[in-house]
């Protein structure tokens, strides 16, 4: 029997400053390539925000999605480098359909940063900084969930991840009556 292979990207909110750094010493020219590439894209320089983030920009989700699904094709494009088998699925979780869409062909690199920069400006025009907010509630069922946002308004289940991971959002100050 032979091992098959799936590969799921991450979405939003597995971001972090430096994110690329074992990369970075691993395949400097690939690292470096797909930052320049996104930087011309997307008119700022897209190493910068991922390495040190000093405009404090990387957890604005108009910022947040180009640089994940950035770090995403640049772990695929080394792994395709460093790894002879291919996988049979790939998929993605939220934000990260558009990294599997890439890596498999679908959409090229520049078409996904245009892609996700005006669906991560678009969400962040949405709502007002500090008016929404979202949250992780572990262990609970949906019912339940359901019910507690229903009472306090506001609030809604906005993302059943897996059983007993379901993501709530709303207005800052009901989401936070809700936790």
């Not at 690329?20 to 320049?36: G, H, T, W």
């Not at 983030?53 to 947040?64: E, G, K, P, S």
């Amino acid at each position: 029997m032979t091992n098959k292979l799936a590969l799921v990207f991450p979405g939003q909110g597995s971001q972090s400053v430096g994110m690329l750094n074992d990369y970075l010493v691993a395949r400097p020219a690939i690292v470096s390539a797909a930052c320049a590439e996104a930087s011309d894209i997307l008119g700022y320089d897209m190493a910068e925000l991922i390495a040190r983030d000093l405009l404090q920009q990387l957890n604005q989700t108009a910022f947040t999605q180009p640089a994940m699904l950035t770090a995403g094709v640049i772990a695929w494009r080394i792994r395709q480098l460093e790894s002879e088998q291919e996988p049979v699925l790939l998929a993605g979780h939220s934000l990260g359909e558009y990294t599997a869409l890439v890596c498999a062909g679908a959409l090229t690199f520049a078409e996904a940063l245009k892609l996700v920069a005006k669906r991560g400006a678009l969400m962040q025009a949405a709502v007002a900084p500090g008016d929404g907010a979202m949250a992780a509630i572990l262990g609970l069922e949906l019912a339940t969930i359901q019910t507690i946002c229903t009472e306090v308004g506001g609030v809604q289940a906005a993302n059943i991840n897996a059983p007993g991971q379901i993501v709530i959002a709303g207005y800052a100050q009901a989401v936070e009556a809700a936790i």
